[in-house]
């Protein structure tokens, strides 16, 4: 069945450091979606890519989704202690409302 | 605008038993979604209801099943309960509509044990 990968799984950084983490697909997906989940907490959605190629910025937070709608990644600058959590990208599987959700990147950040 | 809740926040049962999960979605929507995340994991699909009725299914046991009311609130029930079912469970709620795949609007799930 369809995988979403992820990559980084762990990412420690010193506050200020920017970060990234790669999101990968076995198939084509028709849009992409980016989660946060805080230590503790549930995850709360981010941002929905849908184009092919799309950029979308939220603050110092950056989403990219590939040309071929396959690949997708999570740039922040300049990390804060408020970034610490667990990032999950998700894609529906074939044509489906079924989200398939990577395995996520945890991020720490020390101050 | 009411979020999506859960209950109980955390429940203790031993292998064997039944359980009974529940979720009243966010207001103004009317798809629900459960979600199974083990420790350490992204969350798993189990399955989602949509106008009362199941729509798709991941690859979880028939002993995993659902119900949705007329008020879109849902329950996930399973029975014959196994040590590996000890896991975070959430609800998500979304809106079907023209967009495919809206964005899930997620409680803060419970927390299942298994002894």
């Known amino acids: 069945g369809q995988q979403v990968m992820q990559i980084p799984q762990y990412q420690h950084v010193q506050e200020g450091e920017d970060f990234t983490t790669y999101c990968n697909s076995s198939?084509?997906?028709?849009?992409i979606q980016w989660y946060k989940q805080r230590p503790g907490g549930h995850p709360v959605f981010l941002i929905q890519l849908v184009k092919s190629g799309e950029v979308k910025k939220q603050k110092r937070l950056t989403f990219q989704f590939g040309e071929a709608k396959k690949n997708s990644s999570l740039h922040i600058t300049a990390t804060q202690t408020t970034d610490v959590g667990t990032y999950f990208c998700?894609?529906?599987?074939?044509?489906?409302?079924?989200?398939?959700f990577g395995k996520g990147t945890k991020l720490t950040v020390n101050p | 605008e009411t979020g999506v809740t859960q209950s109980p926040t955390h429940l203790i049962k031993t292998r064997g038993q039944q359980v009974t999960l529940r979720c009243s979605s966010q207001s103004g929507h009317n798809t629900v979604s459960w979600y199974q995340q083990a420790l350490g994991q992204g969350p798993q699909f189990i399955f989602q209801y949509y106008r009362e009725e199941e729509n798709g299914r991941g690859n979880f046991p028939p002993r995993f099943s659902g119900l949705q009311f007329p008020n879109y609130s849902s329950e996930l029930n399973v029975n014959a309960l196994e040590l590996d079912d000890s896991a975070l469970y959430l609800c998500?709620?979304?809106?079907?509509?023209?967009?495919?795949?809206?964005?899930?609007?997620f409680g803060n799930g419970t927390r299942l044990t298994v002894t």
């Open positions: 198939t084509t997906l028709s849009n």
């Open positions: 998700a894609g529906p599987q074939g044509g489906s409302e079924k989200l398939v």
């Open positions: 998500a709620s979304s809106s079907r509509g023209q967009i495919p795949n809206s964005p899930l609007h």
